[in-house]
């Protein structure tokens, strides 16, 4: 079974999101993503300075099986990408949830939170 | 096409051993165990064992078999020693493939021919449609035999740990006949679609659970994993072997895919012969090239290949090489740019410049 941390929100399209009290959040995909992908091999990341619309795509997370769009959870502002990704892809199959974070951004409308999924609502559609 | 997938005799061990499975030629198939690139260092560096069981097998004989078969192949099928095996393409009258296939030559007058999965129906009934006069029968056997290939520089160290079968006289291409774990009946076969070392190995389907647990367990200790499809792909795209449907299809010859060599211009007939000719000697309208990019980025099938803002081919395989640690691909390529040094692939809007190699990636 697939790790769906408590503390994270999610979409239906695999990504996770954690929002900080100073209105940043961090970016990244599921657990249950990266098992499907398989060994990931490349993460295409936008620049700082990017903004993405909720449901744009953000950026592309490539496998030795295919390339899968990322999607953003919310409207935002890209304050960094994680650099770590360039040299180490393979932190997506290791630390969905930690070390292969993909952007942090600013959050440009904190009322689209509540359109996305707690942990339970997304453990439900796997 | 029957709308329900089949299973091989060894669908219930790749669940058991965490097998990913998909459909595939219109079977359940696992695409990998542990991970792609895992599996695919694996038999570089000790063994892979695969189940290749959706492959199809054809059994031709009589007094005219190996007359018929020079007729519907490229290669020469009548100088196979009995004992050998020796690749070869069957040809539609335009020159485009019908399959590509090993040819097992089992007795003067019988051979044992492997099939492609997705294949299989239409070569058997291919076959079967130019009999003609031949004394020859062409026996569907495909639910009759199970195939493991086990590829990999410590196969036969393996392979004898559960055979009583002398391994080492077995030449490239060549095979013998039998027994492996206890099952009796089996071909032993040094051949492979890799680009490593290693054996494939048919075997009476009812047997297959029981061999591939024996040779799994006994391998285990040297390295053995088993290995799925996904790796199987990136291996013999590394090994720039043609998979039917990407580097050689009924619109793609084997002139074009470079498989001139497989190509007997000195048999008097055989299906294909002219209109192949024809491409030898005029040059084809295209041809298939092997490439990496310097890149992170995989040119997948369908992307479009470039000469400066000029469309000229497409990719037909991509893969991540896990040799080479960079993307690695095959594509078709309009005559005049094979060998052009300023190619690029589109992906997803961004132009990566293709890197022609002239050598697989492996040997």
Known sequence: MSNVPADLHYTKDHEWIKVAADGTAVIGITDHAQAALGDVTFVDLPKVGAAFNHGDVFGTVESVKAASDLYSPISCEVLEANSGLNNSPDLVNREPYGGAWMIKVKVKNPAELASLLDAAGYAATL | ?363
């Open chain 2, 1 to 363: 096409m029957s709308d329900t997938l089949s299973r091989t005799p060894l669908f219930a061990l790749h669940v058991e051993l965490g097998g990913r499975i998909v459909p595939f030629a219109g079977w359940e198939m696992p695409v990998q165990y542990t991970g792609i690139i895992e599996e695919h260092m694996a038999v570089r560096k000790t063994a892979g064992l695969f189940d290749v069981s959706h492959m199809g097998e054809a059994r031709v004989r009589g007094r005219d078999a190996a007359k018929f078969l020079d007729g519907i192949m490229t290669n020469e099928m009548s100088t196979i020693k009995v004992g050998m095996a020796r690749y070869t393409v069957m040809c539609q009258p335009d020159g485009g493939c019908v399959d590509d296939l090993i040819v097992y030559r089992l007795a003067e007058e019988e051979f044992l021919i492997c099939l492609n999965a997705s294949n299989a129906p239409k070569d058997i009934a291919w076959m079967r449609a130019h009999l003609g006069s031949h004394q020859v029968e062409v026996l569907d056997e495909c639910a009759a035999w199970a195939q493991l290939a086990l590829q990999g520089p410590l196969a036969e160290q393996i392979l004898a740990l559960v055979t009583s079968t002398p391994l080492a006289s077995i030449k490239r291409f060549g095979f013998v006949l039998g027994e492996v774990a206890g099952a009796t009946g089996c071909i032993i076969s040094r051949t492979g679609y890799t680009g490593s070392l290693g054996f494939e190995i048919y075997l009476p389907a009812a047997s297959a659970e029981k061999v591939a647990r024996a040779l799994l367990t006994s391998g285990k200790p040297h390295g053995l994993v088993p290995a799925g499809l996904g790796a199987r792909d990136s291996l013999r795209l590394e090994a720039n072997y043609p998979l039917y449907g990407h580097e050689i299809s009924e619109r793609i010859s084997p002139i074009q895919a470079g498989l001139g060599w497989t190509v007997k211009f000195a048999k008097p007939a055989f299906i294909g012969r002219e209109a192949l000719h024809r491409q030898a000697q005029g040059g084809p309208t295209s041809s298939v090239v092997l490439f990496s990019l310097d890149d992170r980025r995989i040119a997948r099938q369908g992307a479009v290949v470039y000469s400066g803002e000029t469309p000229v081919g497409e990719v037909l395989s991509g893969t991540q090489s896990p040799v080479l640690g960079k993307p690695i691909g095959t594509a078709l390529v309009a005559a005049g740019h094979a060998s052009s040094a300023s190619l690029t692939v589109d992906i997803r809007g961004n132009r990566i410049p293709l890197h022609l190699a002239t050598e697989p990636f492996v040997k």
